[in-house]
């Protein structure tokens, strides 16, 4: 699976919006997005995932660049329930189907 | 909203000892995982299992781990004579379809005495 590079840290306040970035310059056409978070003493979650188009769920939304070599995954209103580990994380299912998890980034939201 | 269960949550074992942790994936799902985490760590994939079978694993899964899916409902990670390296917290995932999200559960903390 490509690498992907996240700030290794990030803070919000609370009720605010929260961009998350991700950079993946040697993505493939292949590869899809998918973003995944882990809650504190939780296991893995899964958040959003895109391919080419902007994607919104009732969690997140996930803004591609054009050139798909960035993304963001944007929280609209941080509560400090969305504390936790961000994970972008590519996946090309013919490369294989295991999910890659590298350090993330650890949001902390102050109230 | 239908969810992966683990039991037990916390296991303690002496070294050298055989544990099973046991899984109950999302009943319709038909794609199983098992990742660990060892504290302070990156999550870290160990198995995929699909058909019956592994359809990949890791070079962490070695010789003493193996998987089983013994009935239609739950899906069980093995290790055979622990050490104390393998003290971590183990997830199970299960998918509906290859590349689709993975839904995990809460975990296994396995502590190795």
């Known amino acids: 699976d490509a690498k992907t590079t996240q700030p290794n840290s990030m803070e919000s306040n609370e009720e605010e919006p929260v961009h998350l970035p991700c950079n993946h310059s040697?993505?493939?056409?292949?590869?899809?997005i998918h973003w995944y978070r882990q809650l504190p003493s939780q296991g893995p979650e899964y958040v959003i995932h895109?391919?080419?188009s902007n994607v919104n769920n009732r969690m997140a939304s996930l803004a591609i660049a054009e050139d798909r070599k960035s993304s963001t995954l944007i929280l609209h209103r941080a509560t400090l329930r969305d504390a936790a580990v961000y994970y972008c994380?590519?996946?090309?299912?013919?490369?294989?189907?295991?999910?890659?998890f590298g350090p993330g980034t650890s949001l902390s939201v102050i109230p | 909203e239908p969810e992966v269960t683990q039991t037990p949550s916390h296991q303690v074992t002496q070294m050298g000892q055989e544990v099973i942790l046991r899984c109950v994936p999302i009943?319709?799902?038909?794609?199983f995982y098992w990742y660990r985490q060892i504290l302070g760590q990156k999550v870290e994939f160990l198995v995929s299992f699909y058909n019956n079978e592994i359809s990949e694993k890791s070079e962490i899964f070695d010789d003493q781990f193996s998987v089983e899916r013994p009935d239609g409902s739950n899906f069980t990670l093995k290790i055979r004579s622990t050490k104390l390296e393998d003290s971590a917290m183990y997830f199970c995932?299960?998918?509906?379809?290859?590349?689709?999200?993975?839904?995990f559960g809460d975990g296994t903390r396995l502590s190795i005495l």
């Open positions: 895109g391919l080419t």
């Open positions: 009943s319709n799902h038909l794609y």
């Open positions: 995932a299960s998918s509906g379809n290859r590349g689709q999200p993975q839904h």
């Open positions: 040697t993505i493939s056409g292949t590869d899809y």
């Open positions: 994380i590519l996946r090309d299912g013919k490369a294989g189907d295991k999910v890659i």
